[in-house]
Structure formats: C-alpha cells, structure tokens
C-alpha cells in the first residue's frame, strides 16, 4: 500500500492496480488539485474543498463515488460510512467518517470532524484501527489537543494528520506533534507499507509532506 499526501484533506491510496482518493478539491476550492484516475472517491463533506470528484476523473477512468453514510463493497475494498456534524463557513454540516477494510488492513478518515465525541455506532466501530487519518488545524475540525486525544483514545497502529496544509493551519501540525511526543519526527513523501510492517507499533504519527 502506498499513501499519498496531496494537501488540504485530500489523500491517495495505491494498493495493486486499485486507487482510493478522499476528499479531492474541485475547480471551486482555492486548493490546487492532483489530477489522477481513481477507482474510487470518498466524498467527506459537500464542500469545494473536499467534493471535487471531476478531480479524480481521467479518461475513461471514473471513479465509483462515495459520499455520505452507509456500506459498500466495492472490488477488494469494503467501506463503512457514518455521520457526525462539522462546522464549516458558519454552518453545521454532516461529515461522514470513512472506515476501510483492504489488504487486511482498516483505515479510519475521519474527513472535517468536528468533535472529539463520537456516535456511539461509530465508537463500536473503531476497534483494531491501523491506519487513523485525523484533521488538525482549522475551522471545523479538532484543535491539536483534542485530535492527539481522540487519536490515543482510539489507539491505532499509525496516526497520519491530514488538514493542516492550505485550508488549515501550518502551526497546529508542530502543536499537535508536541501533544503526542512526536517532535523529532521527519516528514516523508509517501508512505509505503504492508499489513507485516503496522506490527509493534502503537500510536505512531507519519507526517506526510503534501505532494501538490
């Protein structure tokens, strides 16, 4: 599997000929958007800066769309969708998490949360999470404390934080860093892993340098 960085919430996952794209921009979002063909697209909120589904759309390439709560299976991966409430522009807005299951593996985006309180549906879920993607740094998502709480609560394997770069702050990266103990931690450009390699770990934070 391999994990990409692209900015504002905006994250590509590879795992064999597959490719899963959350929360690509649209032409509307200030955000530059990477344009590349997707399999699928997960659809947070219904916002510009995280509806741009044309994004993700190449050739004859055109992704199966997710946006909003509920299940779904599609190909090898299996998807989860559950609603919570953001804020955003000054008005509530549903947020779905996303948990999916691939290559043995559960990824939990939790997309523009606003709230460190879950639903109880949601909490029953987020058991033996590997891979927890939590936004940090800006209107409507959680505050760097709030995100490292949530992000031990829920004791995944590896915390990768999303938001912070061009709709958030850059300055909540290094505050939620500190929260988690992280400080020397060194970004990378991508994150390339297998099932074997989330062994040991606990908790550990990747930050990802957005490639756009």
């Known amino acids: 599997m391999i994990i990409t960085y692209l900015g504002g919430e905006f994250v590509k996952v590879q795992f064999g000929d597959i ?3 959350f929360n690509p921009p649209s032409k509307d979002s200030k955000l530059k958007a990477s344009r590349f063909g997707a399999d699928v697209a997960l659809v947070s909120l219904n916002h510009p800066d995280f509806n741009g589904v044309e994004s993700v ?3 004859e390439r055109k992704p199966f769309v997710i946006s909003g709560p509920g299940e779904y299976e599609i190909k090898d991966v299996a998807v989860q969708g559950f609603p919570t409430e953001s804020v955003l522009d000054g008005e509530k807005r549903i947020n779905t998490v996303y948990m999916v ?3 043995g593996m559960k990824l939990c985006f939790l997309g523009a949360l606003a709230s460190a309180e879950l639903p109880a549906e949601l909490k029953e879920e987020l058991d033996e999470v590997d891979i927890l993607f ?3 740094g800006g209107e ?5 404390s709030a995100a490292n709480k949530l992000a031990v609560a829920l004791e995944p394997h590896l915390v990768i934080p999303i ?3 061009g709709v958030g ?3 909540a990266l290094k505050q939620f860093l500190k929260e988690a103990g992280e400080e020397k931690t060194t970004p990378q450009d991508k994150l390339t892993l297998k099932k074997k390699d989330l062994e040991g770990k606990e908790g550990e934070v990747v930050v ?5």
């Open 134 to 136: 939590v936004p940090i």
């Open 163 to 165: 938001h912070f770069e």
């Open 169 to 171: 702050d850059k300055s």
């Open 19 to 21: 490719t899963l794209a």
């Open 208 to 212: 990802l340098s957005p490639q756009n």
């Open 140 to 144: 409507g998502v959680l505050a760097p």
């Open 101 to 103: 299951t691939l290559e």
């Open 57 to 59: 759309t190449h050739g």
